[in-house]
């Protein structure tokens, strides 16, 4: 009788531990996804879509040449020229609402890839009032 106690408390306890675990939505935290962002450096470009077109009607590189972009600890993404200095009045904050869904200066994006451990690009994506605008990082 005493071993059936046992393992019930045992099987309690253990019920009760994995229980009071939270997942986010693809398993994955956003302390993750902050911390790989913020690790090197990353290409970026700026697409703009018109209505449903496949095809960008702009395409502009924002870390032209040997240019490079940022994630910082202060919520800020810099970018830097070739020589190495960033313009602080162009950095953008961001903010991680979830592992889908990013606030990039000042505007909702949903994250199309699925960051899942180290990952080497993460495209932002949010409708317009003319179709869609796109941020693409890779490294």
Known sequence: MKKIT???MLGTIALLSFASCSKTRDGLGVDTVRNNARTGKWELTRQIYLASASEPVSSENLTAGA???EFK???KVYIYNSSGVADPASAKTYSFLDTKTILYGGD???IQ???AGSFRRMTLQRSTTTGREVYIFQR
């Open 67 to 69: 240019g490079w972009a």
């Open 113 to 115: 890839e699925n960051l």
């Open 108 to 110: 909702q994006f949903e």
């Open 6 to 8: 046992s393992f019930f």
């Open 73 to 75: 600890s202060d919520n």
